[in-house]
């Protein structure tokens, strides 16, 4: 899903200062992985390929995988055409039969009725998004936020309580290069749903929000706030964005939280 704010000019220009100076500062070396090359370990195999060094994988393909694991398995003509009889005798369903079979539920929003998952049960509740934003959506929170480490921090302030470590580390940064920041101060109305961002920034204008991850709901969440309010700064700090912070100010905060 592609943002209008991507395709801002003065965006996309600022994206490529940023970027030109990481580079010259050589900080693009320490977020990318070196490859290690492996030779396949199927001996009748001669192709080398690249993984990551914490990759598991030794084959090049799943063929050479199969090929070298059931070399010790050598079955008499007469045992596999046993095996082909039986099989064929099988009706064509019959994996299908073999499936443990969906579980109906009761959307508990619109009373709809969807089939799901047998292992789904306990965790689905809605029969689309579209009902849990509009149950839910009053919340100021995403219903699957991280609530790690949540609670004050005395540290930057005994009257605020963080949702999570990352929110307070980011607050540390800013007190660390004397940005003045507020934290949640105001709840949009999106209609259904209402959203707060985690940090204004008064000097710039600039709401901040900290996540970890955009999930189908918060994707949601931030379309409508763009839409609704277009003329209000909303900046993400996403995972890359929080690491990249972290790698450069966590070695100057006695407190940084990991």
């Known amino acids: 899903m592609s943002y209008a704010f991507y395709s801002d000019p003065n965006y996309r220009k600022g994206q490529s200062e940023r970027t030109k100076l990481n580079w010259k ?15 396949c370990k199927n001996k009748d195999c001669n192709i080398t390929f690249k993984v990551k060094p914490f990759d598991y994988k030794v084959f090049c393909s799943s063929s050479c ?23 064929s005798s099988l009706p064509r369903d019959f994996w299908k039969r073999k499936m ?31 009902c849990l934003i509009t149950t839910i959506g009053r919340r100021t929170t995403s219903p699957k936020a991280s609530k ?43 209609g259904e749903h209402t959203y707060r961002p985690d940090f204004y920034l008064p000097k710039f204008d600039t709401y901040i929000e900290v996540k970890n991850f955009m999930g189908e709901y ?31 100010y966590k070695y100057f905060i006695k407190n940084w939280e990991f």
């Open 218 to 248: 918060s994707l949601k969440r931030d379309q409508t706030f763009r839409k609704k309010f277009p003329k209000v700064k909303l900046e993400l700090i996403l995972k890359n964005k929080y690491l990249e912070i972290k790698s450069n």
């Open 148 to 190: 790690g480490k949540s609670g004050i921090r005395k540290d930057i302030n005994s009257n605020i309580c963080f949702y999570s470590t990352w929110e307070a580390n980011i607050a540390r940064v800013y007190n660390l290069v004397d940005i003045k920041w507020l934290y949640a101060p105001k709840i949009f109305d999106l």
């Open 100 to 130: 443990k079979p969906k579980v109906t539920l009761v959307c508990i929003s619109c009373g709809k009725k969807f089939d799901v998952l047998p292992y789904l049960v306990k965790t689905r509740k809605y029969c689309c998004i579209h």
């Open 65 to 87: 995988a199969a090929h070298f694991n059931n070399m010790g398995r050598i079955l008499s003509r007469q045992t596999r055409d046993k095996i082909s009889k039986s099989m």
């Open 25 to 39: 500062k050589g900080l693009h070396q320490n977020q990318i992985t070196p490859l290690e090359i492996r030779h």
